[in-house]
């Protein structure tokens, strides 16, 4: 009797390891690292709205697999929702941006392509207009980014902050004025 406790509670113990799930790891748009402008100001270029495509619209980071196929991580996680982390590293990035006047822009992300060993790529429309003022726009732009990256996801992840980064860079470029039009993809 104690001989088949001790298998019973063996094979309970086996089934009960063969069952653990990996740990969730979580990831963020936003740089572990600071920018070294300050960050004392309020920033002057305000999020309008942000939208993502529904594919990737999801806690989960979905990862490109092939020429049509998804794979959802489901170990791989956003820290938030794909539009709020694209909003926290846009206001992070742009909170450095000097505008003359208060602007607002609004981001409609056409792909949000993530291919582990190959690149991460962002193609994004975005308006910039006065703010406060829906019917003035100064100015309507596309960019395509991407950034090559390593096998692992938070290479992935590292890669689309960079891409974040430079979007931001092409923007607050049009708020200053710099760029007449839309500013090139860097």
Known sequence: ?????????????????????????????????????????????????????????????????GNSGLAILETEWWAASLVDELRSAMVDQLVNSNPVRKLSVRLDVQRFDSIPGQYALIDVKWRLRNFGESDTTLVTCRNTLQTPSGPRVDELVAAHQNNVKRLAAAISQAAAGAAKGCPSSQ
Not at 38 to 50: M, N, T
């Open 1 to 65: 009797m104690a001989f088949s406790l001790k298998i019973t509670l063996a094979t309970a113990l086996l089934l009960l390891t063969a069952c653990r799930s990996d740990p969730i790891q979580f990831h963020t748009l936003m740089p572990a690292q600071l920018s070294a402008n300050s960050r004392s100001g309020a920033a002057e270029i305000q999020i309008e709205g942000i939208s993502v495509p529904p594919q990737v619209d999801r806690p989960q980071i979905v990862i490109r697999q």
